[in-house]
């Protein structure tokens, strides 16, 4: 019914740049939260960066000034500027939604299938 579809990771050097995107589609009466999180290798998944509908936004500490958010109500989509990349952001990242079903009027969270970004010191 919802899903969610990332793109833009790859691989890129330090001090480099990446822009990272998520698209909602489906069902959708409305979306409460979005971010992105992520998981490096042997370590949990973390918060990287959320905004809500009516954009308050949170940043993880490691990234603030360096990452930027931001989303489109409209489009249901949900982007991550990330400049100034480090080695240490090395990770896949998932994106994540809070929803409320248009045909149910039930609240769902989905996370999108991940994407690895790179950074090469």
């Known amino acids: 019914q919802v899903q969610l579809v990332e793109s833009g990771g790859g691989l890129v050097q330090a001090g480099g740049s990446l822009r990272l995107s998520c698209a909602a589609s489906g069902s959708i009466f409305s979306i409460n939260a979005m971010g992105w999180y992520r998981q490096a290798p042997g370590k949990q998944r973390e918060l990287v960066a959320a905004?809500?509908?009516?954009?308050?936004?949170n940043y993880a500490d490691s990234v603030k000034g360096r990452f930027t958010i931001s989303r489109d109500n409209a489009k249901y989509t949900v982007h991550l500027q990330m400049d100034s990349l480090k080695p240490e952001d090395t990770a896949v990242y998932y994106c994540?939604?809070?929803?409320?079903?248009?045909?149910?009027?039930?609240?769902?969270?989905?996370w999108g299938q991940g994407t690895l970004v790179t950074v090469s010191s």
């Open positions: 994540n939604a809070a929803f409320v079903v248009a045909s149910t009027r039930t609240y769902l969270e989905l």
């Open positions: 905004i809500t509908s009516g954009g308050t936004i």
